[in-house]
């Protein structure tokens, strides 16, 4: 086999690249010329030597001792600042932030519960709000949020007082919401539980019959089982009262004066289903 030459010189060398041609020197920067900043600069303020003395006292305003007045209730204006700023965060869309602002919530009834309905009108138009926004959370589609919501209700449930706990939460028994209905049932009724016969009577024991027998045909389970519980609460409370009232008849039985007490109070429908729950 006829071998193939090898060529073993070396390649030819390429040629250099021809150099640019230098760049033609820059022109000396001229020298800027020093400008007094004294002059034509319109945002520097008047040495207060210049300025009239008039201009300089009403500048400042000043209050004398005599005129202090002191703020009044520093602490109830403290807590209608912080129930704001946490009705703000919780209309926040941010998921995180309004569970946050839930769980504060849940701290303040637990450390000032006593406090908060007992106040000025601006700090309880505040709870006010803080109460519609926790109803509406507790019936959200987010779980996390809904069960944070939940906690916060029940630690407000046995952290405030009941009976002006329990006039705020009447009114949403017939909220068009089915959700913050239900709710609302469910803190009444652990409200209820806690409240004794006679702060029932300071509410009124057919106001409170009345809300319980509506709720009991309402389209949510929950809120006909909250109702449940409210009514049982009210039958020990009425028993209570009647079995330590000296001047009830004898011969009286109790079954008898609560089936009297709900028939005087609700229609003829409502008192079959309330004396029905009693005798289970």
Not at 98 to 107: G, R
Not at 186 to 212: H, N, W, Y
Not at 214 to 232: M, Y
């Amino acid at each position: 086999m006829a071998l193939r030459s090898l060529d073993n010189t070396l390649p030819a060398l390429v040629a250099e690249r021809p150099k640019k041609p230098a760049a033609k020197a820059a022109a000396a920067p001229t020298a800027e010329v020093p400008r007094d900043s004294r002059h034509n600069d319109e945002n520097s303020p008047l040495p207060l030597q210049s300025q009239p003395a008039k201009a300089v006292e009403q500048a400042v305003e000043y209050v004398t001792s005599d005129d202090l007045e002191p703020l009044q209730n520093p602490e109830s204006r403290s807590r209608e600042c912080v129930m704001v700023v946490i009705v703000k965060a919780m209309k926040n869309p941010r998921s995180a932030l309004c569970k946050t602002s839930i769980m504060a919530c849940a701290d303040i009834f637990r450390s000032f519960g006593r406090l908060l309905l007992s106040s000025s009108t601006k700090e309880e138009a505040a709870f006010d709000n803080l109460l519609l926004q926790l109803l509406l959370k507790a019936s959200q589609d987010k779980r996390f949020v809904c069960e944070e919501a939940e906690k916060a209700l029940q630690t407000m449930a046995v952290s405030l007082p009941p009976l002006p706990l329990l006039e705020k939460l009447k009114s949403y028994v017939n909220h068009t919401n089915l959700r913050v209905r239900a709710k609302a049932a469910v803190a009444i009724s652990k409200c209820v539980s806690r409240m004794e016969v006679e702060v029932m009577k300071e509410f009124g024991l057919a106001t409170l019959l009345q809300a319980a027998a509506e709720l009991l045909n309402d389209r949510l389970p929950e809120a006909r089982e909250a109702s449940r519980s409210i009514i049982h609460s009210i039958h020990n409370g009425f028993s209570r009262d009647n079995t330590s009232n000296e001047n009830a008849e004898n011969e009286s039985s109790t079954a008898e004066l609560w089936e009297s007490f709900c028939s005087s109070n609700l229609p003829p429908l409502s008192v079959q289903s309330v004396v029905r729950i009693i005798s289970q």
